[in-house]
């Protein structure tokens, strides 16, 4: 990845293909091939269903029973099985919990699917899970593509996300009409594994800066400043960040944060946690010094034990309070 410059696409609302730059595979070609989508939780069924709505034949499966009905509710096609799902398909999505869900999927996939297709994932996983699954599918001839997502549920299902993509330009150049239609920007980062790296080195930014506006907040609270003031000084000044901005962590000043909802998760405090520990694997194996990565996940992980876990991330507030479980401040 050193020295190259990522590709990035902005994905505009209009015809495959707006907002890059032309491919060999054409709107009408892509809407023609069938594509499977393995994993339809809470991510993966409105990104399947944006496909669907796009025009892809879309057949799903899950082994979630709430999935599946999800799925259906979507106007999804749901298979009864990966190999009824992925039976003819030209392009495999998977969304899937972690590495070893996305290398046993894979492993059966490998040998289910024709030469040639397309298998992207859009789990977030470990660099070295991912990296083994594209070797596993080189083997077979298939074009590969890791392809975390950024965005969160709120972004799966307007069709938002960013894609930060790993893989070969060729398996790029044919995954990213398929991509942008259930997204805003696509990032080609480089050859595989890349996609996950840059996954997890933005996420350990997101889960450091979160904590540094929850400390300035509670500190603002001691000192008897207002949210408001401490918000207006900071998201104009050089304390600025997305974590302030967009997702402020108090109730009042950003209308739409998870604060407003009793921190009803837009992305959850154990996805955090998750991502976290992704960082500081990657980063024990190739000798990172990441020691506020570090102090986060520790953070997140007390948080978790406590059972808040399933509260959106930007709750970690009222941990630093001292006061789990209460959903506004003053």
């Known amino acids: 990845m050193t020295g190259t410059r990522p590709q990035v696409y902005d994905a505009a609302p209009g015809p495959a293909g707006a907002g890059a730059p032309a491919t060999e595979h054409s709107e009408e070609n892509t809407m023609a091939e069938k594509t499977a989508f393995i994993g339809v939780g809470n991510m993966g069924g409105p990104m399947a269903a944006n496909l669907a709505k796009a025009g892809f034949e879309v057949v799903a499966f899950d082994l979630s ?84 997502v950024s965005g969160g549920t709120g972004g799966a299902e307007a069709a938002t996300l960013t894609f930060m993509v790993g893989g070969s330009k060729s398996a790029f150049a044919a995954g990213e009409p398929v991509l942008e239609r259930m997204g805003k920007k696509i990032v080609h980062c480089g050859e595989a594994g890349a996609g996950q790296a840059a996954k997890i080195c933005n996420n350990m930014i997101l889960g450091i800066s979160m904590l540094g506006v929850c400390e300035a907040f509670v500190l603002a609270e001691k000192l008897g400043l207002s949210h408001q003031a401490l918000y207006d000084v900071a998201s104009t000044s050089s304390g600025q960040c997305w974590s302030l901005t967009t997702y402020c962590p108090v109730p009042g000043p950003v209308p739409t944060s998870p604060a407003n909802k009793g921190y009803m998760p837009g992305f959850a405090a154990a996805l955090m946690l998750k991502d976290l520990s992704l960082a500081q694997e990657a980063a024990l194996s190739s000798g990172a010094s990441t020691p506020l990565g570090a102090e986060a996940r520790q953070l997140y992980k007390l948080y978790d034990q406590l059972g808040e876990g399933g509260r959106d991330f930007s709750g970690i507030i009222d941990f630093l309070r001292g006061s789990p479980c209460k959903d506004d401040a003053a």
Do not use: N, Y
């Open 65 to 148: 029973r709430s999935a599946v009905e999800d799925a259906k509710r979507r106007g999804l096609t749901v298979a009864g099985s990966m190999a009824e799902a992925v039976k003819d398909a030209s392009v495999v999505v998977t969304m899937l919990p972690a590495g070893q869900h996305v290398l046993s999927v894979w492993g059966e996939l490998a040998s289910l699917i024709g030469s040639g297709a397309l298998v992207i994932d859009c789990s977030t996983i470990d660099v070295d899970s991912a990296r083994k699954a594209h070797e596993m599918m080189a083997g077979h001839g298939h074009l590969t593509l890791d392809a975390p």
